[in-house]
């Protein structure tokens, strides 16, 4: 155990423990924009740095250790938390209440608001870049990127698919794919860890993009006419009251955006998240706390939902009747199933019959498919398809 | 499959310890499993603890997949041969003092058995029949000796062999005489292919077993379900899948009830399915598509995908987790607990179950493998990890303790090597590997429903050496017949140094080109496991050639960048890069607050 005064609280820690999981875990307030617990310390944000007996140090690159003292709030660790936090907005515009991703879990937004933001002193500084669209499930736009490495270190060291990268010696430093192709030609396999790391909206799904907000699918210029009028308005109102609009939009969207937990029905990995969706459509697959995945998921488990409000879906019993199919109802199906299965087993006996389960069936559903053919039919011919796929 | 085989050995039917076992481990072996396509999330851990921790990594394929790219020692075994380096190993390291003893005397029976069972696996033999030099085999033993621990994954590529089941038995024999069960980072891991492969064997779907592997002829089992259902049950073991298409084949079954699973397409020797399908005097598809199987069907029952519906599934780590239903089946759909219920009820059954979890609660009660299961201990993202007893006290890693067997002792079992079927002669000359792609769910009848991926990965192919493409003269687009013993399929060559020599390999993802028209009807006497992986085909060239069956989009295509992470140390070199709140940085002021 180890102990920290922290603003002047005596706080345990454990060994090899991230200050600024302390910090957190204290309930302390400390901002950090790159740092991601499931990715570990990024270093390029300089937000969570605090003040450890006069110097100044990052949170997120410090382990604690026995006797430290650390000031969260002291003049010279504020300033610099707000210094750091200025760079960021010279590359991001905050147009929140326009943006997908105004959801209440955008970290810049809600860390301009934690530490109070009224203006910028630098300005925002447009990249000498093209949003790139080429890929289909998702989409980059480097005007937006505050270039804080989180994908970066997803694609590198927990998906391990080494495809992102920044090019830090440019003048005008980006996020690239293969060192400079298109995201749609690189070696980028869609599993989105990337997407579902970005603490802003310069990575969006696709699926995101005009569907997540109630302003958002307006037609660009009319989306570019009201971030120039917020922009105009900021000198004069200052962020705070610009936030307070952007709030009220995200509240509205919480009663219509439903987040649901589900379990991938792909292999057997056993990822689990969030749908978002809006109606029936699916805003996002969003990971994070799956016991078996955390914020890792494949292209299947991320985008490859196309299957659920696919016109093919049958929605109808179907009888075949003189070497065709016709729809019927479901009373009629089921009467059917019901009086051949009775009469198979009352000439030929109870192992003419015979089920099988899915392996992509439910645990349940399983279950009473073998009860049905023993307990109501009588055999123990029941199997699993995947009998073949052990 | 690896039921039988953990069965035979250590106790329980299914993966040892968890995900997170296979990230501490010092050395993961993978063998016959394309991990980074088949298991995409668990190969990130392996792949992450590689690159950054230090772990080894073994992998023994005939494909060089990505992690047998990765890999620091790739085996390239001649087909069907993963027995013989096994055991071959197990030997060297017992003859050379290099076994783990004391756990052998502590926890271990049937060593003497076992090691007189290993005579015939010498190096020299195993270099004989394998193609792996005698040195490389060593390389193998000592990187196993060496390891702190050791996980062993594999899949289909064992599992899909006539001796799949002992090639299964061989790698947990080997992992026993090594010491490497009971401990956080080592065991076994036969990873299973559908999210709920495992969950269907356990609640069983299986026709020996009632749920919760208890067999069917067991009087107290039995008398306990009997109890519990109010009904007379059957005693003797029922067909599985296979026997089930050989006794309509034989006129013995009538009618068959069949739940979302394209069978017709993906079983092996898929022909003969079909044809078997065709003879049924009545034959129900439960399916959320018209699919293939359909097509020989008297009802299609229309059911409902996972986001419509509440349950649980278990993964592969048997892991049970709950999923919630996202949206209302689509009008006309039911979830396919509902279905089955009403087909029951129709049946006389008076069965009243309102939600899942009322079944799970059943569940439970007759299983003493799931008796603490119950859906709020499953709320949210909570999960338990079987065998969970009646406290909900579960087993993320197993055999902490002991091993499932009365005496608490593993059991070595001995495995002999018989070889593969269905093997190349002159006529079918070059051998055919098959299995799953990334992007595709198995034949992709889920998968090509979305845009992007069908965009990105269109169709399938086969995938040709570039030195048999060179003597054949296939480029990448040339359309070529593939011809085996049991049927034939025209598809696209995709030429590329993934296979090697006159080995191919053809996933799965197509209805119309299915790669289990080729496939023999062989399986493994132990399971009835298909023999999948045993194919040979000749191959003929088609006077045609179209584009590339992979379009230029497709990431196999691209240049990764591999660095060490974002790398902000180059940040910080910047000429313009000073930390902020030292006053020096590039004459910046402190932003105006309210704070």
Redesign the interface.
Known sequence: MVKVNLDGVVREGQPDELLIDLINRAGGSVPHVCYHPQLGPVQTCDTCIVEENGRLIRACATKVADGMTISTKSAKASAAQVEAFDRILSNHLLYCTVCDNNNGNCTVHNTTKLLAIEHQRIPFRSKPYEVDNTNPFYRYDPDQCILCGRCVEACQNVEVNETLSINWEDPNPRVLWDGGSTIGESSCVSCGHCVTVCPCNALMEKSMLGHAGFLTSLKKSALSGMIEVVKGVEPETGYGSILQVSEAEEAMREHRIRKTKTVCTYCGVGCSFDVWTKDRHILKIAPEHGPANGISTCVKGKFGWGHINHEDRLTTPLIREDGKFREASWKEAIGLVARRLSETKAKDGADSVAFISSSKCTNEESYLMQKLARAVIGTNNVDTYCGLWR | ???TTSTRTVGYGGDSGS?TDMEKADLVVIIGSNTAE?????A?RV??SH??DGQKLIVSDLRENEMARRADLFLHPKPGTDLIWLSAVSRYLLDNGLAHTQFLDQWVNGLDQYRKSLEPFTLEAAERLTGLSERTIRTVAHMIAEAKSTCILWA?GV?QQSQGSDTSTAISNLLLITGNYMRPGTGSY???????????????????M??GYQL?DDPEVRQR?ETG?K????S???????Q?VE?IHEG??????????E?SI???NANYVGAAFEKL??F?VQ????SNT?RY???????A?????????????R?????????EP????????K??????N????G?N?QH?SE??D??ASLSPMFAGVNYERLA??K?LQWPVAADGTDEPLLYTKRFAFPDGKARLFPVSWIGPTDQPNAEFDLHLNNGRL????HEG???Y?????R??TPDTFVEVSPELAEERGIQSGTWVQLISRYGKVRVRALVTDRVHGKELYMPMNSVESPVNRLTSSHTDPV????AYKEASVHLKVLNEVGDSPLP??N??????????????E??W??ADYA????GN?NG????????
Not at chain 2, 305 to 317: R, V
Not at chain 2, 449 to 453: K, N
């Open positions: 499959m690896a039921r995900i088949s298991h995409p999330v668990i990130t792949k992450s690159k950054l289909m599992t036969p990873l299973r292919g559908h999210n709920n492969v495992q969950g269907a064997s356990d609640h069983g779907s299986m026709p020996n009632l749920p069917v379900f259902w009904v007379k049950l059957p003797t073991k029922g067909l599985d899948n296979h089930m006794a013995k079954l009538k009618a068959m009830y069949l739940i979302g699973e069978m993906v079983d092996s005097d009545f129900v399916d959320i598509f018209f359909c069907a008297d009802v299609v029952l229309p059911g995908p996972s986001l419509e519906k509440e349950g649980t599934f278990t993964s592969t780590e892991r049970i987790q709950r999923l919630y239903q996202v949206f689509l009008v006309g759909c039911q979830p396919d607990w279905i089955i219920q009403d087909v029951a129709q049946l006389g059954a069965w179950y899942p079944i799970m059943e569940i949210g993202y999960s990334l992007e595709h769910f009848n889920l998968t429903r979305t845009e992007g991926i965009e990105k399971t009835n496991t298909p230029r989009i990431p196999r295509f691209g240049h990764p960048t591999p660095q060490g992470g974002v790398e902000v180059r940040k070199k910047r930390p902020p709140g030292n940085g910046l002021v402190q932003l105006q607050t309210k704070k």
